[in-house]
């Protein structure tokens, strides 16, 4: 399955319910206010956010005056166009090697099985992977991951449940350099965004990392599941402000009909959106592409 399928077949609850919303929006009548009204209230209602559907309508206002569009239909491709642009004002950077990539996020989202599909991804890429099992606190974490580094066919650093989460960091770190592998991922407990102690774990384990591997192309990414909608913000500004995030990944998108809430992201924090999630698959973490998340949705 091409990766197009992929996204379309994992965006089918957000384009059913978009479909269902925009029926009618889009006739071959005339462009009023009424017209603008109906939209807002349906991009509102789909999660894409208040600033963001603002913005959107002004530039679509915009586009129907500098290209005198007359009726409603004209205005998907003009739609589609905007939503595009709005992923696009972020790029994704160039991944580089050595790569860390440290795995944050709530409980629930999805970072274990998110953490295997990326090792998976970078082994069939003929990189050698090692995975820090460094969420020390939740029973049978390290032993789950250790399901999906074996999967992957990639090395994994553990230890005993109630271990320092950065000693276990350290010794990834050091069995890392020795091997002289290419990436280090690293789990992290999942944690609730409002606990302060928690918050400053992170921290030091990316101090660890900092000041053992300075050459590193460092990457915290936060993994947000697609069904929470707009409580992923909070969760995003929370996690950007404790350790300064660099990517983020969305999981269960094909388990939502809250897909706008990307476009919230992308405009709010101008963080990549790198993968997504579009199933339990483990090839189903994809290389995120905005024409075709548009597509998929519209």
């Known amino acids: 399955m091409g990766l197009f399928s992929k996204i379309f077949g994992g965006m089918k609850k957000t384009k059913a319910e978009l479909d269902q919303k925009l029926d009618g929006v889009f006739d071959k009548v005339k462009i009023t206010d009424d017209f603008y009204e109906e939209l807002e209230f349906i991009l509102l209602s789909s999660d894409i956010g208040a600033a963001v559907c603002e913005k959107v309508l002004e530039e679509l206002r915009k586009k129907v005056k500098k290209e005198h569009l007359k009726f409603t239909y004209e205005c998907k491709n003009a739609l589609k166009e905007i939503l595009v642009d709005i992923l696009n004002e972020t790029k994704v950077p160039e991944i580089c090697y050595p790569l860390v990539i440290m795995v944050i996020g709530v409980n629930g989202v999805g970072k274990t099985t998110t953490i295997g599909k990326l090792a998976k991804e970078y082994s069939e890429k003929g990189k050698r992977v090692i995975i820090a099992a460094a969420d020390t606190f939740r029973a049978a974490a390290a032993s789950q991951l250790a399901v999906w580094a074996d999967r992957a066919d990639v090395q994994i650093v553990k230890s005993s449940e109630g271990t320092d989460p950065g000693a276990v960091v350290f010794d990834a770190i050091s069995s890392f350099k020795a091997k002289k592998s290419d990436v280090l991922i690293i789990d992290t407990a999942g944690r609730l965004h409002n606990k302060v102690g928690l918050m400053a774990e992170l921290e030091k384990i990316s101090k660890i990392v900092g000041r053992e591997l300075p050459e590193a192309d460092y990457h915290k990414v936060i993994v947000i599941d697609a069904t929470t909608g707009q409580n992923a913000t909070e969760q995003v ?44 698959g483990v090839d189903d973490l994809i290389e995120f592409v905005p024409t075709d998340f548009v597509d998929a949705i519209f």
Request: net charge negative; no cysteine.
């Open 237 to 280: 500004k929370t996690f950007n402000e404790a350790v300064g995030l660099t990517d983020l990944i969305i999981t269960k998108l094909d388990g939502s009909s809250k897909g706008g809430v990307l476009f919230s992201l992308a405009e709010e924090f101008r963080l990549p959106i790198r993968h997504v999630g579009v199933g339990e």
